[in-house]
């Protein structure tokens, strides 16, 4: 009987599911369901943003539109290749003879490449959101920050993923690349989500000193 994706459950459902004693889905698929949600936001508030507009400014909406469906494709692709991912570890950890063994070196990095992509994800979502901050209308600029958050959020969820499961990666030199590579992403993450926040915060007062003044 096909069991399914996570991504097609109900929002009940993967809540429940989530909260249950089954391993998956687990904190790769939250990641991808925050970077998803990121996605979601910041495609509402570039949809909502065209009317009087400059036409440059309408050639970055049209651009973080088309960036959102493919981020949100993504998140899809990887929540399922997470749950794929996990299950291959723990079935080949089972029959491994020793932490050597080819196999499950491979499974072990599938733990880690994944959310490593995530975090992929979530920067190029930051990246598009602040993108149209400028561009965004008054009404929907709090959504545009929401996306910002969720956006970083995933990116986080996503590196203590890679980092709780970089002890079991054998291979010294690929765990300390995995590891700066992951730091670097963060501390990226980190800074564009206060850049974002702060152009976003810097257009809502703006918007709110004009009514005052109106």
């Known amino acids: 009987m096909h069991e399914q994706s996570p991504w097609e459950l109900s929002i009940r459902e993967f809540v429940e599911r989530a909260g249950s004693a089954k391993a998956t889905p687990g904190g790769g698929s939250t990641s991808a369901l925050a970077a998803a949600l990121g996605s979601a936001m910041t495609s509402m508030a570039a949809q909502l943003s065209h009317r009087q507009r400059t036409s440059e400014q309408r050639e970055h909406i049209d651009d973080a539109e088309r960036e959102m469906k493919e981020i949100a494709a993504e998140c899809e692709r990887l929540m399922k290749a997470d749950i794929r991912g996990f299950a291959e570890y723990i079935e080949v950890s089972e029959q491994a003879e020793s932490e050597q063994d080819e196999s499950l070196i491979h499974a072990v990095k599938r733990t880690i490449e994944v959310p490593l992509e995530l975090m992929e994800v979530g920067m190029r979502g930051l990246r598009s959101a602040r993108g149209i901050a400028e561009a965004t209308r008054e009404h929907v600029l709090s959504d545009l ?15 203590l993923t890679v980092r709780i499961n970089l002890p079991a990666c054998s291979d010294k030199r690929a765990r300390e690349d995995y590891g700066d590579r992951a730091d670097r992403l963060m501390l990226r993450a980190e800074r564009l989500k206060e850049l974002a926040l702060n152009e976003v915060m810097q257009a809502m007062e703006k918007e709110a000193q004009q009514q005052s003044e109106s």
């Open 145 to 159: 920050g929401i996306g910002v958050v969720m956006f970083e959020a995933a990116v986080r969820s996503a590196y």
